[in-house]
């Protein structure tokens, strides 16, 4: 039941998830970043994530990693179908990441690196997006290689996916902020919080009406009848969540919107994984397909089924050094 | 066909390009971790405020430049994938777990503390804080372990037969991980990281001993890194050698370029000091040599008969002026290295470590050498690789992804433009830090006392807080 490479999918989906969750929050920092109103919100809004951002980004490095070393195949045809929205993600994430150290060693030029921080973090989470859409609307595979064409990731479906995800992780930075800000920056995040949570569950409705009229393949799992029971509880719980989330912007309980958004992405990318399995490449490869050899997964399985539940363990701590709302006089420069 | 030629030209450009300003951070990045390490056990220790200050001034320098390396690290981690596909699929099963287990063991730990050292003192207790520290300078060299252990293997794989669909498959782990020119590379490459910061560390100390001798940071930083130039050039020089004769024993061609000999010698081959590669006539025009030198220093005989080039096939060669000269400029610079270190204990023994303004120069001057040699090296091995990418096995021109060159190109360009720019910046900031005198601001207290608590410490000794 629970092979090897099945294992190792539902490894990466979490690595993927955490990814998603940890700097969609940070990313989403630097997306509302030129809303906030003054040079000292700016200051606290970055220094929130400051001492946590690059343990955030290595996520990504290890869904690259992993996909690469448990499924050699599907990376070799992801990469390349998706060349531009990767490669200029990966120069977006260089853009944001370079302004959280440079902003502080060059006042004269701040204005410089906080557009900087802002269009690299939006542009990074817009080419996510269209990655996240190109990958759920299928890739054309042609022997062990990318068969189809250098545009095929541009389309209406894939555009709105990036407008959403900057949508979402806009919420995900916003309600951060609720949670580590006190006085005027709180207020003006819980404004965009309040806007993006409405702009960010229209759009999933859009993506996840509009899901299922790619493939007949998807549209039988949501909307034939015993499978129909097994699924429903995802589109239920979202529903249920989006009230709490709506009570918790409006009755200001800072504790309460950055952990909702968080079980919204969760069922966002339950419902996706309900739509993909058991491709890893969505209709063309298989997960079984791509795998790597049984000796690869396992020397892999066993290190990560000791070191990821260290990491987990020292990356809470970090968390929990730097809890609370943040001090704006602290941060080191 | 042509095209797809231009391709592989263009993603071979394109890797080059982004590796070698990569590792430009992690050489500076690794000793620069054990350095802060270095400091901050030496102030806890001793108490001796200079070591603090020390290390304050080097986190700063430290945090721009390790946020460098993580950046242009991800593109790394992509560029495998978009533009060497094939590669990644063959290679996969064998490379990727090693490089899952650099980012699960290495790049989760040095992030993971990296907030804690920069923004933790005062915030947590000193012991942690310093365990933080040691956590982000085990990390680096764990780091460097892991890809050189995929590096070496790509130079000298083992410990794997192929399958079906032609990929690359681990038969023993312990023979790729521990693979034959493994040990050697590690260990040439840690020193070398050690090296490049022992001298980038010195020419600042230098910097600002000429303009202040009685600096005491100054001081303390420059005798550090003397010390470090002392000893470990000579080490290195020794690591090196051990590392050219397990080359010249797995890749005998690489050996054969950066020697520029064209010609087989059967009775003792000569070194060349000097000389220009002439690909067509292979040939070495102009050389200037030692005879039998070569065989003496590779295989300890004068009179051993060494092959050359002639025996190879033109199409199975690497580029052989790159490698030669490229090995020459990272010997030259190591040669300098040891001179310094040499230098330095000759003025240490004669009490003039501090008042030697001419010496001052000439270490301020050493200061990039690190990264040239660093660079030079690796040009070295992985031209020298050339033509396969896994030797003997996989050919770089068989590796590439389905690309067009339209698309590499515009990739190439825009990857030229942004990290041209981007950590040109960062390097101008680094500079300007390092042009700060160190050890101003606030004075600390003559006699620091260790408080158990936090908002108790924040109390007692408020330039410990992180703000500055």
């Known amino acids: ?333 | 066909m042509l095209e797809a030629l231009d391709a592989v030209l263009l993603a071979r450009i394109q890797f080059a390009f982004t590796v070698s300003f990569h590792i430009i951070f992690p050489a500076f990045s690794i000793g620069l971790a054990s350095y802060l390490m270095v400091l901050e056990g030496l102030w806890l220790k001793t108490d001796n405020p200079v070591y603090l200050r020390l290390f304050k001034y080097w986190r700063k320098i430290f945090a721009v430049a390790f946020g460098m390396g993580v950046v242009s690290g991800i593109v790394m981690s992509y560029q495998f994938g978009t533009n060497w596909s094939v590669f990644s699929d063959k290679a996969g099963p064998v490379i990727g777990p090693l490089m899952a287990y650099e980012v699960l063991t290495a790049f989760f730990l040095e992030a993971g503390f990296l907030g804690v050292m920069l923004f933790g003192l005062g915030r947590v207790s000193n012991t942690l804080h310093f365990t933080s520290t040691i956590m982000v300078a085990f990390g680096t060299v764990l780091s460097a372990t892991w890809i050189l252990s995929v590096n070496s293997w790509m130079q000298t794989p083992a410990g794997f037969g192929i399958n079906e669909v032609g990929q690359f498959v681990p038969e023993s782990w312990i023979e790729i991980i521990f693979n034959p020119s493994f040990p050697y590379r590690l260990v040439h490459m840690v020193l070398a990281a050690y090296l490049t910061t022992a001298f980038v560390v010195g020419a600042v100390g230098a910097l600002h001993l000429l303009r202040d001798r009685q600096n005491p940071e100054a001081r303390t930083m420059f005798s550090m890194a003397m010390w470090m130039a002392a000893i470990v050039a000579p080490l290195q020089v020794v690591a090196g050698d051990f590392h050219g004769i397990n080359t010249y024993e797995h890749q005998p061609v690489k050996v054969m370029a950066m020697e520029g000999h064209y010609n087989s010698y059967p009775e003792g081959a000569p070194l060349y000091l000097f000389g220009i590669p002439n690909e067509e006539e292979q040939q070495l025009d102009l050389a200037v040599g030692v005879p039998k030198l070569s065989s003496l220093i590779i295989k300890h005989d004068l009179n051993a008969p060494m092959k050359g080039l002639d025996t190879v096939p033109d199409d199975l060669q690497p580029p052989v002026p790159i490698v030669f000269w490229s090995f020459r400029i990272m010997v030259g610079i190591g040669m300098l290295m040891v001179l310094v270190g040499f230098v330095s204990v000759f003025l240490r023994w004669r009490r003039k470590l501090y008042d030697a303004p001419l010496f001052h120069r000439a270490a301020m001057v050493m200061g990039p050498s690190g990264f040239v040699a660093v660079l030079a090296g690796w040009i070295t091995t992985e031209v020298g690789r050339q033509p396969y990418t896994v030797y003997g096995h996989l050919m770089t021109s068989d590796s590439i992804a389905p690309v067009e060159a339209p698309a590499v190109a515009a990739s190439l360009i825009a990857f030229i433009v942004v990290y041209f720019t981007l950590f040109g910046a960062g390097t101008l900031y680094i500079l300007r830090m390092m042009n700060k005198t160190p050890g101003e601001g606030p004075p600390l207290p003559q006699t620091p006392t260790r408080a158990a608590g936090t908002t108790q410490l924040a109390a007692q000794r408020p330039d410990l807080l992180p703000a500055e």
């Open chain 1, 1 to 333: 039941m629970f092979d090897l490479p099945t294992i190792w999918a539902g490894l990466l989906a979490l690595a993927i998830f955490i990814y998603v969750v940890l700097d969609g929050f940070d990313l989403g920092i630097g997306i509302v970043f030129p809303f906030l109103k003054s040079d000292s919100d700016r200051d606290v809004a970055m220094n929130s994530v400051a001492p946590v951002w690059d343990g955030n980004e290595t996520w990504l490095v290890l869904g690259g990693g992993g996909l690469m070393a448990a499924f050699p195949l599907a990376y070799a045809v992801v990469m390349p179908a998706l060349y531009a929205p990767f490669i200029i993600m990966i120069l977006a994430l260089v853009f944001r990441g370079v302004a959280f150290e440079y902003r502080w060693r060059d006042k004269a030029h701040e204005k410089i690196w906080d557009r900087s921080f802002f269009y690299g973090s939006l542009i990074a989470t817009f080419c996510q997006g269209i990655v996240l859409g190109a990958f759920v609307q299928g890739i054309e595979v042609d022997g062990r290689a990318y068969g189809g064409g250098w545009w095929d990731w541009l389309t209406p479906f894939t555009i709105t996916c990036g407008i959403a995800l900057v949508a979402g992780y806009a919420l995900l930075g916003a309600t951060w902020l609720i949670m580590k800000t006190e006085g005027e920056l709180r207020e003006t995040a819980y404004r965009y919080a309040k806007l993006s949570a409405v702009a960010t569950l229209g759009f999933v409705g859009i993506v996840s009406l509009w899901t299922p009229f790619l493939s007949p393949e998807i549209a039988e799992r949501w909307f034939t009848f015993p499978q129909l029971l097994f699924v429903l509880p995802v589109p239920t719980l979202t529903a249920i969540l989006a009230v709490i989330l709506g009570w918790g912007l409006i009755k200001k309980k800072d504790q309460v919107a950055f952990p909702t958004s968080i079980g919204l992405f969760a069922l966002c990318f339950l419902g996706l994984g309900i739509g993909i399995s058991p491709y890893i490449v969505p209709r063309a490869i298989t997960i079984q397909e791509a795998a790597a050899p049984d000796s690869s997964l396992l020397f892999m399985l066993i290190g990560a089924l000791i070191l990821l539940p260290i990491i987990i363990g020292y990356t809470a701590f970090t968390y929990w050094v730097f809890r609370g709302k943040v001090d704006p006089e602290a941060g080191y420069h």
